[in-house]
């Protein structure tokens, strides 16, 4: 089942994928599904999550306003989703207000391969003309309003959004390809 949950719920001792979509990674590899709520704004993915996972919790509902108690959650685990949302202040109170822990994952802007599309494109973040762009897009078979869409944190933006964190760097060919930042409860 579905919910779109319109009231605070309490889902204590629940992992929440927040914005992990049908084919999130972490559900796949989470060995016990029945004790993961993922959450998506999307009802449409939600119902694909569900119909590929039947033992998860799944709930539409809009990260900036996620509908759980504070501090219900255990862990939010949200892998490349804070870049693609408009207000990632918002996002990150969420997240701190409804859960113990988190962990965060968001590429990194200066990393010299652009990869929110299939095939990763090569130096698309230094390309300063609009069209030329758009034109990398339609080389690769990548949706070039999707890219666009995406509004990459510095360092220095997640550090002021999550100040109690540790921020780590995921590392390939020696530079820095994205970033992690996470809390853990030691409670």
């Known amino acids: 089942m579905i919910r779109d949950i319109t009231k605070v719920e ?4 629940f992992v929440l994928d927040l914005g992990g979509g049908a084919n999130s990674f972490f559900v796949d590899r989470f060995p016990k ?95 300063a003309k609009r069209w030329l762009k758009r034109s990398l897009c339609t080389i690769f078979g990548a949706s070039f309003e999707y890219i666009e869409s995406v509004h990459y944190l510095s360092e220095k933006r997640l550090k002021s959004l999550f100040p109690d964190s540790t921020l780590v760097y995921e590392k390939a060919f020696g530079l820095k390809k994205s970033f992690y930042i996470y809390k853990f409860d030691t409670d």
């Open 10 to 13: 309490t889902v204590e001792g």
């Open 33 to 127: 599904q029945e004790h993961v709520v993922l959450v998506d704004i999307n009802y449409n993915t939600a119902r694909q999550a569900k119909e590929g996972h039947p033992n998860l919790l799944v709930v539409v509902a809009d990260g900036g306003q996620l509908p759980f108690a504070k501090k219900s959650i255990e862990i939010v685990i949200s892998n490349s989703v804070i870049e693609h949302v408009n207000d990632p202040e918002k996002l990150a109170i969420e997240i701190q207000r409804v859960s113990k822990g988190y962990f965060l994952q968001t590429p990194n802007e200066k990393f010299p391969m652009e990869t929110h599309s299939l095939i990763a494109i090569p130096f698309f973040n230094f390309v």
